[in-house]
């Protein structure tokens, strides 16, 4: 017979408790049986774990070394049970989101903000990403929740809706169309324009609407945030189409938003892994994402 768990058992309450009585009283057994399993592990060892003096065990170097290995053995398992509790508490639950950058800042703290007052122990990881990309690792499965804009289909991957609203634009509130309430696609004409890059969805919709409405504009620096957009148009670089999130957050100190008089939709979506073990918490962040939405 193999060395059991028991044993070990054994051996712990006996070191812990000083005595085979106490050790016996702790494990809530007979001293005969413990006496005999003690003696038992002692024959599996090969060697002696006690000295017998005077009917008292003194435990051998060799004791004392294996009880500091014990030891560190059930800490371990002490802190597998403390996390095991905790899961199921959801404590110290971790929630690993991709997301692009627009959306990391714009829509997700105050989403967080919420998860975070009902899950208190709760942790997040958030990692910004860009297609390709993002599709990329939420089809590897690798997060638990992914954030993008006009999603599309990705293999592995459920694409579920959270919000829909349109792009406005946003121009610094000393320009003169600033006091006007809503803007018109022929209000840019002759302006000075930041766009998104050229290979952003938006950007091409964007210059696709005033193409169709033959309206010029001067287009002179562009960037792949919209929250660098704003910025640049805060400094009077020009005027910009961004989605409402991100003006919403970066308005105000020299920068204003305004409606347009057409509707150019702007949609967020959440990628939902289908092949990796569900997180409550994934399901709490898309509630409040909605909610906030």
């Known amino acids: 017979m193999d060395i ?18 106490a050790a016996a009283q702790l494990l809530h057994t007979s001293q005969p049986t413990l006496s005999r399993d003690l003696a038992r592990l002692e024959q599996l060892l090969g060697y002696a774990l006690f000295e017998r003096e005077r009917g008292r065990l003194k435990a051998t170097a060799r004791a004392r070394a294996l009880f500091e290995e014990v030891e560190r053995s059930f800490q371990g398992l002490g802190r597998v049970i403390e996390r095991a509790q905790a ?10 989101v991709l997301s692009l950058p627009a959306l990391s800042h714009a829509v997700l703290p105050g989403a967080l903000a919420t998860l975070l007052a009902s899950h208190p122990g709760a942790r997040v990881d958030i990692t910004p990403a860009e297609p390709p990309l993002l599709d990329a690792w939420m089809s590897e499965q690798r997060f638990d929740l992914g954030l993008a804009e006009q999603a599309t289909p990705v293999p592995g991957v459920r694409i579920e809706p959270v919000l829909e609203a349109d792009e406005v634009a946003v121009l610094p509130a000393s320009h003169p169309l600033a006091a006007r309430e809503r803007l018109a696609l022929a209000d840019f004409a002759g302006q000075d324009f930041i766009s998104l890059a050229t290979e952003d969805p ?12 033959r309206v010029a504009r001067r287009l002179r620096v562009q960037t792949h945030s919209a929250v660098a957009v704003c910025e640049l148009v805060r400094a ?6 961004v989605n409402p999130l991100t003006a919403q957050a970066c308005a105000g100190d020299g920068l204003v938003v305004r ?17 990796r073990p569900a997180q409550p918490l994934a399901g709490a962040l898309l509630q409040a994402l909605r909610a906030r939405g």
């Open 4 to 21: 059991q768990h028991r044993h070990i058992e054994v051996f712990r309450a006996v070191m812990t408790a000083g005595s085979v009585t």
């Open 87 to 96: 899961l199921g508490r959801d404590e110290d639950a971790e929630l690993t």
């Open 202 to 213: 938006y950007r091409r919709e964007i210059d696709a609407r005033f193409d169709a409405a």
């Open 236 to 241: 009077g670089l020009g005027l910009a189409i």
């Open 259 to 275: 409606p347009l008089g057409v509707s150019i939709p702007y949609r967020v979506s959440a990628l939902m892994p289908l092949h």
